[in-house]
C-alpha cells in the first residue's frame, strides 16, 4: 500500500507543483497520473521515491515512512522501486546489457560497478530480462544504435533488474508513435498483472489510461482534481482535468 498524505511541493522561486496532494494505491493496482504538462505529474513520481524532496507532507509505502528516510535507508528503499523514464536514461555509448546491469547498482559494491564488474548470476538475469522484453539480441549493441521504442524496452528490462515491488513510469509512451506506445504500455501490463508489481504511470492520452489503468488521479496546476475509475470521466470532469477549451478525442 502507497500512501500520499498532504503532499506540497514548492520549487526555489514559490512555484507551487504540487498543492496539499493526498491519496493511497492498493498494492498490484495500475495507477494512471493524467493532467495537462506542468501540471506536476514527474514532480508526484520523482517525490514518491525521493528524486525530489517534497517540501510539505507525507509518502508512506508499506508502513513505512519515506519522507523521513535517511539516505542509507532510502537506498534500501529504492532497491524496490524501479523508475522507467520519458527520455529513457540510458547511458548511449554504452552496451545494451551495462544499462540492464544499472539495475542492480543498489545492491552490489559500489566499487564492482565502478569497475563495471557484476556477479555471474546478474548477468545472466540481465539477459533474461531483455529476452522478457524481445530484444536479447541486441545486448551487445550501444544503446544510442537503438530505435526509441527499443530504447524504452531496455529501461524497463533495467527497473526489473531490481526485482520492484512497485514501477513508477513517467510519461514512458510520450516521445513514441502509438504503435510503440501499446507495445510498451502492454510490457508494463504484464509486469503488474503476471508479477503483481503497482505500477504508477503518468500519460497524456486518454485512451491509454481507458485501455490500461485499474485506476486513475488526475493533477491541474498541482491540485488533485479527480480520483476515480478510467470510466467515471465525463465531459465535466475532462474539462476540470484539462480545461475548458480542451477538445475530446476518442
Request: glycine share 8%.
Amino acid at each position: 500500500m502507497l500512501q500520499v498524505k498532504n503532499l506540497t511541493k514548492i520549487y526555489d522561486g514559490g512555484v507551487k507543483a504540487l498543492d496539499n496532494v493526498s491519496f493511497e494505491v492498493p498494492k498490484g493496482q495500475f495507477l494512471a497520473v493524467i493532467g495537462l504538462s506542468g501540471s506536476g505529474k514527474s514532480t508526484l513520481l520523482r517525490c514518491i521515491n525521493r528524486l525530489i524532496d517534497p517540501t510539505e507532507g507525507q509518502i508512506l509505502w508499506d508502513g513505512e515512512d519515506v519522507t523521513a528516510a535517511s539516505p542509507e535507508e532510502m537506498r534500501r528503499i529504492r532497491r524496490k522501486i524501479g523508475m522507467v523514464f520519458q527520455h529513457f536514461n540510458l547511458v548511449h555509448r554504452s552496451k545494451v546489457i551495462t544499462n540492464v546491469l544499472a539495475g542492480r547498482l543498489g545492491y552490489i559494491n559500489p566499487a564492482w560497478s565502478f569497475l563495471n564488474r557484476f556477479p555471474k548470476a546478474d548477468v545472466e538475469k540481465a539477459i533474461k530480462q531483455l529476452q522478457r522484453v524481445g530484444i536479447a539480441e541486441k545486448a551487445n549493441q550501444r544503446a544510442d544504435e537503438l530505435s526509441g521504442g527499443q530504447q524504452q524496452r531496455v529501461g524497463i528490462a533495467r527497473a526489473l533488474m531490481q526485482d520492484p515491488h512497485m514501477i513508477l513510469a513517467d510519461e514512458p509512451v510520450a516521445s513514441l508513435d502509438p504503435v510503440l506506445a501499446h507495445s510498451i504500455m502492454k510490457h508494463l501490463e504484464e509486469i503488474n498483472k503476471s508479477d503483481g508489481v503497482t505500477v504508477l504511470c503518468s500519460l497524456h492520452f486518454l485512451d491509454l489510461v481507458h485501455r490500461y489503468a485499474d485506476r486513475v488521479i488526475a493533477l491541474n496546476q498541482g491540485q488533485l482534481v479527480y480520483e476515480g475509475l478510467p470510466k467515471d470521466i465525463d465531459d465535466k470532469k475532462f474539462k476540470d482535468i484539462y480545461g475548458r477549451d480542451a477538445e475530446r478525442v476518442g
